[in-house]
C-alpha cells in the first residue's frame, strides 16, 4: 500500500487485520458444572497497571466470583489477581472489587434477567482481545444436584457413542 494510499481515507493501515486475536488467561471450568447457562455477554474490566502485567503474565482465579449490580454500575467480585512478582509499593489488592464496562442498553437487557429470582451472574473467563482485557459474563441459574447427575450422564453417553463411532470407523 503506497503512503498516499493511508493519506487519503479510503483505508486505514489497520483495516487489513479481520481476525480477533484471543489470548485466554483462566476460565471458571466449575461454572457450566454448577450453573445452567442462559445468556452470555462480553465486557470490558477497569484494571491498574500490575494487574495487567500480571494477567498477561497468566495469573487470575475466578473461583468464588460473581458479578453485582450496584447502582446500574456492574461490580466483578472475589476474582483474584494476584499481586504482579515485580511490582513495587504500588501493586495492587489481589482480591479488590473491580467495575465491569458495557453499554447501557447491554445493561438494562442484562439486568432484567439478572434479577429475576434464582439467577446470578457469573465470570465465565478473562481474556485479552486485541491486547484488551474482556471478562465474560454469563447469566445463570444454579443446578441442583439430580442435574448434575443428568448432565453427567449425558455426557457418558455421548462419549460412548462417539468412541464407538470411532472404533467402527
Known amino acids: 500500500m503506497a503512503y498516499n494510499e493511508c493519506m487519503s481515507g479510503s483505508k486505514k493501515p489497520n483495516q487489513d487485520k479481520k481476525t480477533d486475536t484471543i489470548e485466554v488467561v483462566c476460565r471458571n471450568r466449575r461454572a457450566t458444572h454448577d450453573y445452567e447457562i442462559l445468556d452470555r455477554l462480553e465486557c470490558g474490566i477497569v484494571l491498574v497497571g500490575t494487574e495487567v502485567k500480571s494477567l498477561r503474565d497468566g495469573h487470575c482465579s475466578l473461583d468464588d466470583a460473581y458479578a453485582k449490580l450496584d447502582d ?42 439478572a434479577t429475576q429470582k434464582g439467577m446470578t451472574l457469573i465470570p465465565l473467563q478473562v481474556y485479552f482481545k486485541n491486547g484488551r482485557a474482556k471478562v465474560e459474563i454469563a447469566v445463570a441459574r444454579g443446578k441442583q444436584k439430580y442435574d448434575k447427575r443428568q448432565a453427567l450422564k449425558e455426557s457418558e453417553a455421548q462419549k460412548s457413542i462417539a468412541r464407538e463411532m470411532a472404533r467402527r470407523r
Request: hydrophobic residues 30%; positive net charge; charged residues 35%.
Open 72 to 113: 446500574d454500575e456492574l461490580f466483578l467480585v472475589g476474582c483474584e489477581i494476584p499481586e504482579y512478582t515485580h511490582g513495587n509499593r504500588l501493586n495492587h489488592k489481589p482480591k479488590r472489587t473491580r467495575k465491569l464496562l458495557l453499554h447501557r442498553s447491554e445493561l438494562n437487557r442484562f439486568a432484567g434477567k
